[in-house]
Structures are given as C-alpha cells and as structure tokens.
C-alpha cells in the first residue's frame, strides 16, 4: 500500500537518497539542485511512501491551474526505486491525479526523463500515461553517444581534431566560469539567445556539486578558446554548455576537446550526451546543430513532453 503526500522541505535528505538509488533520476533532480531557482516556481512536488520507506518522488511545479513536471527542468516525471512496478504505478497515476484535481489542477504537462539518462528500465510511467488519457503534446530530438558500442567520428571531424593538435591547444579542467560564462554568451548573443544560468547560478551549482558540474577548457597562450561545461551524472555525462571563441573555431579547439572528452576523461562510461537540437516546440530541427554532433558519433534520443488532462 502506497501514501503519497506533498514534500516538505523537511524530506530534503530522504529525497536526495531517493534519486540517488533511484532507476531513473540524476543530479537534475536533487533538491540542491531544483531549488536553486525555487524562487521562480511554486512547488507543488510530491513524495511516495511504503511502511514509512520514500519509494518515489515527483517533481512538480504549478502556475495557474497547471501543474508541470517540472518547470525548472529539462525533465523530471515520476522518479522511482525498485519497489515501484507496473500495476502499483498505474494505482499511484490515479492517486496522483486524484491529488491535483482537489487543488483544482486542470492538466499536467509531464517531462519524461528519456531512456539514456534511465540506470534500470523506468518507463511504467509512460504506459501509465497511455492509461490516464495523456497525449504527446511535444517531442525535441537530442543526440547521444553510446560509448561502449562501435562508433566513429566522420573523416572531416578526425581532420578537425588532427589540426587542432598541431595547433599547441593544452586541454585542462578549468575553474574559470567567469571566462567561460562569458565566452558562451557573446556565441549565443549572435542568435539573439542567453544562457539558461546566469553566471551566479553557475557558481551556486557548482559549489554546491563540484565533482558533477565540471569545466573543460581549450587553451593556447593562456587564451579561453573553448569550454565545455559538463554534467556528470555517473553512467551518463552531459554536455550542458558549449562554446568557442572565433580563433578557437578556426582552429577546430572545441573538436579537440570533445574528441578528449569523448576518447579518453569519459571513455568509460555508458552514454555521451549532447543535449537538444529542436526549436519552435520540438517543430523545427536545427540541421546545423544536430549535424555538428553526428559528426562524432552520435545519434538521436527523444525528449517527450506529455499532456494529462485532470478535468
């Protein structure tokens, strides 16, 4: 028999060891993490328990009549230990829509997390959406690479690496986000775009997990050519940003670096993700971006966005 109830700041820590023995959370969804920019949502976030044992968390936010999980994140939905299987998970869907029509909820627009960023099989969730009515409302493509299965970098991309070599670039982990952050929004400020952090949320979330938010940077003479942020989420690592300098993409610096990131400080892992190449709602494929990642190896994972209606 399960419980569910609303979090409370109280279940901090017994929610942080949910997700980290869950099949299918991450550094995302750690409350040190969420919370960061609590003060833009209001939380409406919910825990699951057994015999007085937290077997599931989810995520959530509300604005107006919508609950979404979660509006901070990429993706979020039902975040699950063992404990939770298919019949149980559709009774908690009941529960858990139940639970929001009583706060006058209207609909809940659920982030799946996609099956890469998945430690064991986690998609109940998903047929439990089939059975509650939700409709796929949005789908972006991402890119990942699958490092323990063949793969290779086109020819063009293994010229690019070669000729930053010769370049005398030096790769190194970096400590400066400052640099880096502003590297990063001089290359989006050319398409009218920001980052998503600001530069003291980057510095929040880093003190805060300094071993999974890590800085790789590309250097020739002490200059900034390149810089990957990366978030390591164990099984799985994930490019959050990228960026270049214009010496640094004549020089092919951030192929350089990828490549070592790739071949070598990751190489062990299960899965190399690059994140989205969608605009528009998941309506328009930027060919450019997702090209650019291909070129490595990588090949395309979905990210699903569905809509519950409550009422």
């Known amino acids: 028999m399960f419980t569910l109830r609303p979090y409370d700041p109280a279940d901090a820590a017994a929610w942080d060891a949910l997700v980290g023995r869950s099949r299918n ?18 939380d409406r976030s919910l825990v699951v328990e057994r015999g007085g044992e937290l077997v599931a968390v989810f995520p959530a936010t509300i604005q107006d009549r919508t609950v979404t999980s979660h509006g901070g994140l990429t993706y979020a939905g039902l975040i699950t230990s063992h404990a939770l299987r298919a ?13 929001y029509r009583a706060l006058g909820v209207e609909r809940v627009v659920y982030r799946a997390v996609p099956h890469v ?19 796929l409302a949005r789908r972006d493509l991402s890119s990942a690479i699958a490092l323990q299965e063949p793969f290779r970098f086109t020819p063009g991309r293994r010229r690019a690496v070669g000729k930053a070599k010769r370049a005398g670039i030096d790769l190194q982990a970096g400590t400066d986000l400052e640099g880096f952050h502003r590297l990063l929004s001089e290359a989006l400020r050319k398409h009218d775009a920001v980052p998503t952090h600001s530069l003291a949320e ?3 979330l880093q003190a805060r997990f300094p071993q999974q938010i890590v800085l790789h940077e590309a250097r020739r003479g002490g200059a900034l ?11 799985v690592v994930h490019t959050q940003y990228l960026a270049v300098s214009a010496e640094g993409r004549q020089l092919d610096a951030l192929s350089l670096l990828l490549a070592q990131l790739i071949e ?7 899965h190399f993700s690059f994140g989205i190449s969608t605009e528009r709602h998941g309506q328009v494929l930027n060919g450019g971006l997702v090209a650019q990642k291909e070129y490595f190896g990588a090949r395309a994972v979905v990210h699903d966005t569905y809509e519950w209606p409550l009422q």
């Open 25 to 42: 959370g991450n550094l995302l969804h750690r409350r040190g993490y969420m919370d960061y920019h609590a003060d833009r949502f209001v």
């Open 87 to 99: 019949e149980a998970t559709l009774a908690l869907f009941e529960q858990i829509g139940s639970h």
């Open 117 to 135: 960023f998945h430690a064991y099989p986690a998609e109940e969730d998903l047929y439990a959406l089939h059975r509650v009515g939700a409709r």
């Open 202 to 204: 980057l510095r929040l």
């Open 225 to 235: 050519l390149a810089g990957v942020l990366v978030y390591d989420f164990g099984r």
């Open 264 to 270: 070598d400080t990751y190489a062990s892992r299960r």
